[in-house]
């Protein structure tokens, strides 16, 4: 059974570090341990170093091998493994999101969507990647160190903030080295999604949300956000959108269907917006198009 910590002063306690500040900590990971599960309502910053032959966390044979970023968001528990014989050291960061109010992080968090991953689409780093990832960690080490005083909010919250837009980079450069695995998705993804526009289940009062196929492609619907967002540079409304732009194009080139029955057969309102997109997405009329 795991030893469940819900506090981050406790899990201090647990991990012998103390407690330079009640909202934050970075927590060593080296001593052996229980199972533990923390559910501490915290963001988490969990980065692992691994024997190099493991493909663990969802890495692929393109990936780099040098340390492994899992990030857990505060609705999620944290299981920590700590089994000698999976060879896994490393270091976390937790954040308590009260830590934030009041600053410009506050308002940034939420577009940090890799809190929101599964453990399998984890970030995985060069050896460069990795000695930059470290660095951040030593310097809010450093700033915890100091001491708390008015100043410590803003420069702890700052140091978090630049660590987390190197993580942003680095999974920019993940999505790179696996274009080609992403396109394989994407196609799948897009097959599905034809699938379900010319079913006629769809209603543009109730449009369809991500996981609906993310889910059938084994993604959390924020990685299948950002894949796609990063193969196509459109978001899952707007990839929509073009989706049944281009089925209509089929219908208008293939068949004689008139635009009200086309309109209808793709879940638009009314002929008049089914018009409207179509012009405003490819500069013609429908009718234009087809001749």
């Not at 990795?130 to 708390?148: P, S």
């Not at 080139?253 to 008049?272: F, H, M, P, R, V």
């Amino acid at each position: 059974m795991k030893n469940i910590i819900h506090s981050i002063c406790a899990c201090n306690k647990k991990f012998h570090e103390k407690t330079r500040h009640p909202l934050v900590s970075i927590i060593n990971l080296a001593y052996e341990q229980e199972d533990i599960q923390l559910k501490m309502g915290s963001y988490a910053v969990i980065l692992r170093q691994i024997d190099a032959d493991s493909y663990c966390y969802g890495r692929k044979k393109y990936d780099f091998s040098d340390g492994t970023l899992i990030f857990r968001s505060p609705d999620k528990a944290i299981a920590l493994d700590t089994d000698k014989t999976t060879k896994k050291y490393g270091t976390m960061l937790v954040f308590h999101p009260e830590l934030l109010c009041g600053t410009t992080l506050a308002t940034k968090i939420k577009d940090y969507t890799f809190f929101k991953y599964k453990e399998n689409e984890a970030l995985h780093l060069s050896s460069c990647e990795m000695k930059q990832i470290l660095q951040a960690f030593n310097c809010i080490q450093d700033e915890l160190e100091w001491g708390i005083d008015k100043y410590s909010t803003t420069i702890i919250c700052n140091k978090i903030e630049t660590l987390l837009n190197y993580c942003c980079r680095y999974y920019n450069r993940q999505f790179t080295t696996r274009h080609d695995a992403s396109n394989l998705q994407m196609n799948e993804a897009q097959k599905m999604i034809d699938q379900y526009l010319t079913s006629q289940k769809y209603d543009s009062c109730n449009p369809p949300c991500t996981c609906k196929f993310s889910t059938k492609l084994g993604l959390s619907s924020a990685y299948f956000n950002d894949m796609l967002k990063y193969e196509t540079g459109k978001n899952f409304n707007d990839y929509i959108n073009l989706r049944r732009i281009e089925l209509a194009k089929q219908l208008l080139l293939g068949t004689n269907k008139s635009e009200q029955d086309i309109a209808q057969e793709l879940g638009y309102c009314s002929a008049g917006r089914f018009r409207q997109m179509f012009i405003k997405l490819t500069g013609n009329t429908p009718e234009a198009y087809r001749s």
